[in-house]
Protein backbone atom coordinates (compact mmCIF):
# COMPACT_ATOMS: atom_id res chain seq x y z
CA UNK A 1 0.00 0.00 0.00
CA UNK A 2 1.55 3.09 -0.89
CA UNK A 3 1.70 6.10 1.80
CA UNK A 4 -1.44 8.17 1.02
CA UNK A 5 -3.78 5.05 0.89
CA UNK A 6 -2.33 4.19 3.98
CA UNK A 7 -2.60 7.68 5.62
CA UNK A 8 -5.59 7.56 4.38
CA UNK A 9 -6.79 4.58 5.97
CA UNK A 10 -5.60 5.41 9.31
CA UNK A 11 -7.56 8.29 8.91
CA UNK A 12 -10.63 7.27 8.21
CA UNK A 13 -10.52 4.19 10.82
CA UNK A 14 -9.53 6.26 13.88
CA UNK A 15 -11.68 8.36 12.87
CA UNK A 16 -14.63 6.08 12.73
CA UNK A 17 -13.50 4.26 16.07
CA UNK A 18 -13.88 7.18 17.56
CA UNK A 19 -17.46 7.96 16.38
CA UNK A 20 -16.58 11.61 14.28
CA UNK A 21 -18.41 13.17 11.49
CA UNK A 22 -16.07 14.52 8.66
CA UNK A 23 -18.00 17.69 9.84
CA UNK A 24 -16.76 17.31 13.50
CA UNK A 25 -13.10 18.34 12.08
CA UNK A 26 -14.80 21.86 10.56
CA UNK A 27 -12.62 23.72 12.79
CA UNK A 28 -9.29 22.80 11.35
CA UNK A 29 -10.13 21.65 7.89
CA UNK A 30 -12.70 21.37 5.42
CA UNK A 31 -15.41 18.77 4.65
CA UNK A 32 -14.25 18.45 1.62
CA UNK A 33 -10.37 18.87 2.05
CA UNK A 34 -10.79 15.54 4.52
CA UNK A 35 -12.12 13.59 2.13
CA UNK A 36 -9.65 13.80 0.06
CA UNK A 37 -7.15 12.85 2.55
CA UNK A 38 -9.22 10.30 3.36
CA UNK A 39 -9.38 8.89 0.01
CA UNK A 40 -5.88 9.30 -0.29
CA UNK A 41 -5.84 11.83 -2.92
CA UNK A 42 -3.65 14.73 -0.80
CA UNK A 43 -1.07 14.10 1.76
CA UNK A 44 -1.71 16.33 4.84
CA UNK A 45 1.60 18.71 5.65
CA UNK A 46 2.73 17.94 9.32
CA UNK A 47 0.89 21.10 10.79
CA UNK A 48 -2.45 19.88 9.07
CA UNK A 49 -1.69 16.33 10.84
CA UNK A 50 -1.31 17.76 14.01
CA UNK A 51 -4.70 19.93 13.69
CA UNK A 52 -6.15 16.06 12.99
CA UNK A 53 -4.90 14.77 15.36
CA UNK A 54 -5.87 17.55 18.34
CA UNK A 55 -9.81 16.61 16.49
CA UNK A 56 -8.83 12.88 16.93
CA UNK A 57 -7.62 13.25 20.89
CA UNK A 58 -4.43 11.32 20.07
CA UNK A 59 -0.75 11.70 19.53
CA UNK A 60 0.13 13.04 15.97
CA UNK A 61 3.00 10.00 15.77
CA UNK A 62 -0.17 7.62 16.67
CA UNK A 63 -1.36 8.31 12.98
CA UNK A 64 1.57 8.43 11.45
CA UNK A 65 2.59 4.73 13.00
CA UNK A 66 -0.98 3.15 12.08
CA UNK A 67 0.11 4.44 8.33
CA UNK A 68 3.41 3.32 8.23
CA UNK A 69 2.07 -0.11 9.63
CA UNK A 70 -0.21 -0.63 6.60
CA UNK A 71 3.12 0.51 3.86
CA UNK A 72 5.39 -2.00 5.82
CA UNK A 73 2.33 -4.48 6.61
CA UNK A 74 3.26 -4.71 9.84
CA UNK A 75 1.63 -4.45 13.22
CA UNK A 76 1.68 -0.76 15.39
CA UNK A 77 3.91 -2.52 18.23
CA UNK A 78 6.81 -3.53 15.12
CA UNK A 79 6.82 -0.06 13.59
CA UNK A 80 7.01 1.58 17.13
CA UNK A 81 10.06 -1.20 18.33
CA UNK A 82 11.93 0.00 14.72
CA UNK A 83 11.86 3.75 15.36
CA UNK A 84 12.60 3.47 18.94
CA UNK A 85 15.50 1.60 17.84
CA UNK A 86 16.53 4.12 15.04
CA UNK A 87 16.13 6.69 17.60
CA UNK A 88 18.88 4.99 20.09
CA UNK A 89 21.01 4.63 17.58
CA UNK A 90 20.93 8.15 16.04
CA UNK A 91 21.04 9.43 19.84
CA UNK A 92 23.08 6.93 21.45
CA UNK A 93 20.73 6.97 24.03
CA UNK A 94 17.40 4.82 25.46
CA UNK A 95 15.53 7.99 24.77
CA UNK A 96 14.41 7.85 28.72
CA UNK A 97 14.97 11.51 30.15
CA UNK A 98 17.28 11.25 33.29
Not at 21 to 37: A, M, N, W
Not at 46 to 60: F, G, M, Y
Request: aromatic share 4%.
Amino acid sequence: MDIKQAFAKALRDTRKIRQLTQEDFSVVSSRTYLSTLERGLKSPTLDKIQSLSKVLEIHPLTLLVLAFGHVEDAGHAEVLEKVAKEIDQITGSSGRKK
